[in-house]
């Protein structure tokens, strides 16, 4: 089983900037993906950004050059520093640990508001 452990949310205004982070503990395999997923209310929940364990990385268009993701593999933990906020990022970030046949592990959601 893993547990994943989100913290860094908040408000923000416009043009600001936020650092999120996760943390995962349990049966932590060395081959995974791990990302940030997000979910704004009334849309569905859609990737932001991944990383594999080789440090490759996939954004989604919309944070293109605004977010970047990385990770600390010794310690299992995932950030994603996000600058120039915009309104249409206040969501509901999740952190999610894609380790194939493994299974698929989500953290409990932290909530970045950005004020105009």
């Known amino acids: 089983q893993v547990q994943l452990v989100e913290s860094g949310g908040g408000l923000v205004q416009a043009a600001g900037s936020l650092r999120l982070s996760c943390a995962a503990s349990?049966?932590?395999?060395?081959?995974?993906?791990m990302g940030w997923y997000r979910q704004a209310p009334g849309k569905e929940r859609e990737l932001a950004a991944s990383?594999?364990?080789?440090?490759?990385?996939n954004y989604a268009d919309s944070v293109k050059g605004r977010f970047t993701i990385s990770r600390d593999n010794a310690k299992n933990v995932v950030y994603l520093q996000m600058n120039s906020l915009k309104p249409e990022d206040t969501a509901v970030y999740y952190c999610?640990?894609?380790?194939?046949?493994?299974?698929?592990?989500w953290g409990q959601g932290t909530q970045v508001t950005v004020s105009s």
């Open positions: 999610n640990l894609h380790a194939g046949w493994r299974g698929v592990y």
């Open positions: 349990g049966s932590i395999f060395s081959d995974n993906v």
């Open positions: 990383i594999t364990s080789g440090g490759s990385t």
